[in-house]
Every structure is written in structure tokens, then in C-alpha cells.
């Protein structure tokens, strides 16, 4: 599976931005896919993942009741709503599949970039 990651921009902090991740193929339903995030200096980190279905959804501690994963198997698009966002949100935001793990880090899409100023 081939994946893009775009949406990503500029906002102040407090904002918010939706990323989207189109993947090629006709067996995107069957993947769990997710996001992880990697900020200057910093080592990637798991952000959020969901099955294949939707119907079960995981996040890092930093960023849950803000950061909304979700998936429409129809479009094979896999989103990323980010609200309340932070400064320390600043990263390179990448996509991820997976068969069979969660999180999922089989195949990786180039990132986007997401700059949240203060």
C-alpha cells in the first residue's frame, strides 16, 4: 500500500487542522493505519491509530481529548482532526499501515508538516 499524508500547514496555537492520508490500493479496509509525529531533535512517536473497522481507536497520552482519528473505508482516506493545538505539537506528521499491528508500522507514507505557534 502506497500512502500521502497532506494538510498540514501553519496555525497559532489554540487552532486546529485536519490531516488526511489517501492510500492506493483496493485493501486499504484491511489495514490498521495510524500517525506518528517527529519534531526536530526528537526520536518518531506514536500519535493515534485505528483498525480496520474504526470501531477501535488508540492515542498518546499528549494528545488525547484533543486529536480525533478516524477512517472512510469508501475513500481510502485515513484523518487526523487536531484541536487545541500547542506549540509542542510542531512536528513532521507521517501515516502508517499495518495488516496485523497496532500500532502500525509496516508501510509509511512521506509526512506533512505541522507548525503550531505560540
Known amino acids: 500500500v502506497q500512502l500521502q499524508a497532506f494538510g498540514g500547514g501553519l496555525v497559532q496555537a489554540g487552532g486546529c487542522l485536519r490531516l488526511s492520508c489517501a492510500a492506493s490500493g483496493r485493501t486499504f479496509s484491511s489495514y490498521a493505519m495510524g500517525w506518528f509525529r517527529q519534531a526536530p531533535g526528537k526520536e518518531r512517536e506514536f500519535v493515534a491509530a485505528?483498525?480496520?473497522?474504526?470501531?477501535?481507536?488508540y492515542y498518546a497520552d499528549s494528545v488525547k481529548g484533543r486529536f480525533t482519528i478516524s477512517r472512510d473505508n469508501a475513500e481510502n482516506t485515513v484523518y487526523l482532526q487536531m484541536n487545541s493545538l500547542k506549540p509542542e505539537d510542531t512536528a513532521v506528521y507521517y501515516c502508517?499501515?499495518?495488516?496485523?499491528?497496532?500500532?502500525?508500522?509496516?508501510?509509511w507514507g512521506k509526512g506533512t508538516q505541522v507548525t503550531v505557534s505560540s
Open positions: 485505528i483498525n480496520w473497522s474504526g470501531g477501535s481507536t
Open positions: 502508517a499501515a499495518s495488516r496485523s499491528n497496532i500500532p502500525p508500522l509496516d508501510y
